[in-house]
């Protein structure tokens, strides 16, 4: 590709690949170009259709609730193509002690919105239940200083509430340290919550109302959907409305600097491209990398976000090999159990259509914060961690039929501590550089939803920049 370009993307995850679909729907002007170093498109969304079997590396369905990712879908015409999560097995369990107990039923925001379930689940204590049922007479918190969710949690619901109810769950969504990680800019309406009403629970048992289905979606619950054959559906359909020549794969951005009102951008392949505008739709990590030729305030503010390094291990076996009924969605695993697995779900039970009828699916997440070893072990290694967690928890002794490993170094940003006052640093660096925007999971939300409001936000953003338009 040669001369000037409009808007550059850097970055091919769902991010990038949103902020590409909305420069196409604003209509922009102009060529655009969309620069992904890796051979395929969508980031973490990495779907693998092995035989009648549907496997997801990296995320494997999103928030209904949250309407960028179905709005998305409608718009790509795959919305009847998105379905929920099987209501016949609508429950999960916690592991304690090596034994599966049951969430307690009503678990909504990482807190209890009902007290009767609460008050029964085997899975505390006596003392761990009524010390959580308390929660409603614990007095507000005055400050407006910054929390750890651990901090707040334990606060208001007690110890044993948050190592075996919400820490897992936590994990499971960010694998992250729930002492180090900001309530504020992980779940800042438990903040609202405590502050409207004083007690999280009597808010919430307010609050419940009869959850809707969202129009055209198969049925889907307003809960977690995703496509039928996995989420590179939504990849696919995308990539078929950006025009061939503005994507680049399997070539890297190895420098940026600014060159007069314009960005130039050299390439692994040596060659140069200039921009009036680039999207930067890549971890924080790897932004620092790209703007550190200009400006080192801002590269340093991006490097202070920390990431935490995951792997997921999916394995298949002919229902006949399963003792155990597996009766729910999977279950999870409490940093107070020890070990680096985090969770493992029934996948055939969660999307039946993505197994053989004779096939089981299930999937282990590995590595957390302060566990991440285990993404660099070898596979052998990793296989006989799986295969000793198949059979002392689910009675598991069969080889599975199907193996598939997926690491992610530094795939996890951790919003810890802070986190609010390191956005401020990088907004305001990042505003002094007309035409540079910023996208992705490391800022405002780590679904695929947040993602997709973040490019198509950044896409905005640009169009008005290269337009001339007032922001």
């Not at 202070?304 to 279950?331: C, H, K, N, Q």
């Not at 997926?406 to 990088?426: C, E, N, S, V």
Request: aromatic letters at 8%.
């Amino acid at each position: 590709m040669s001369g000037d370009i409009r808007v550059a993307i850097v970055g091919g995850g769902i991010a990038g690949l949103a902020a590409a679909h909305r420069l196409g729907e604003l209509g922009l002007e102009g060529p655009y170009v969309l620069l992904e170093r890796a051979p395929r498109l969508g980031g973490k969304i990495a779907t693998e259709r092995a035989g009648k079997y549907v496997i997801e590396g990296g995320p494997d369905c999103f928030l209904a609730s949250k309407p960028a990712g179905v709005a998305l879908c409608r718009t790509l015409g795959i919305e009847d193509r998105l379905r929920g999560t099987d209501p016949r097995f609508r429950r999960s369990y916690v592991k304690r002690n090596g034994r599966l107990y049951e969430l307690p039923a009503g678990i909504t925001g990482l807190v209890p919105s009902r007290i009767r379930p609460l008050l029964t689940t085997r899975l505390l204590t006596l003392r761990g239940r009524v010390r959580a049922g308390l929660e409603m007479f614990v007095r507000s918190r005055a400050d407006g200083a910054d929390e750890s969710i651990a901090g707040f949690v334990t606060r208001r619901f007690g110890v044993e509430a948050y190592r075996w109810l919400v820490e897992p769950l936590l994990s499971g969504i960010y694998a992250g340290d729930g002492e180090q990680l900001s309530l504020r800019a992980t779940f800042p309406q438990l903040i609202e919550l405590e502050r409207r009403q004083g007690s999280v629970i009597r808010m919430m048992l307010k609050a419940r109302v009869g959850r809707a289905r969202p129009a055209g979606s198969g049925g889907a619950q307003l809960g977690f959907v995703t496509p039928v054959t996995g989420l590179d559906e939504i990849v696919e359909a995308i990539e078929r409305t950006i025009p061939a020549p503005a994507i680049r794969r399997g070539v890297a951005v190895e420098r940026l600097w600014r060159d007069g009102g314009a960005y130039v951008m050299r390439l692994g392949d040596g060659v140069e491209l200039r921009a009036e505008s680039v999207i930067l739709a890549t971890p924080s990590f790897i932004t620092a990398d790209l703007v550190a030729g200009f400006d080192d305030g801002l590269a340093a503010a991006l490097r202070e976000i920390p990431f935490v390094s995951t792997a997921t291990v999916s394995v298949a076996f002919p229902a006949a090999a399963i003792a155990r009924p597996l009766d729910g969605y999977g279950y999870v695993s409490p940093r107070a159990e020890g070990g680096p697995v985090v969770a493992c779900t029934w996948t055939s039970n969660k999307f039946p259509d993505r197994v053989p009828q004779d096939g089981v699916l299930i999937r282990f997440f590995v590595g957390r914060a302060g566990a991440e070893e285990v993404v660099r072990a070898s596979d052998d290694e990793i296989k006989r961690l799986i295969r000793a967690e198949l059979e002392r928890v689910l009675g598991i002794s069969a080889e599975p039929v199907l193996w598939r490993i997926f690491r992610w170094p530094k795939g996890m940003p951790q919003y810890t501590l802070g986190h609010h006052d390191r956005l401020a640093r990088i907004e305001d660096a990042t505003g002094r550089h007309e035409g540079l925007f910023l996208a992705g999971a490391s800022y405002r939300g780590i679904g695929i939803p947040d993602c997709i409001d973040s490019g198509r936000a950044a896409a905005a953003q640009a169009v008005r920049y290269v337009s001339g338009v007032a922001a």
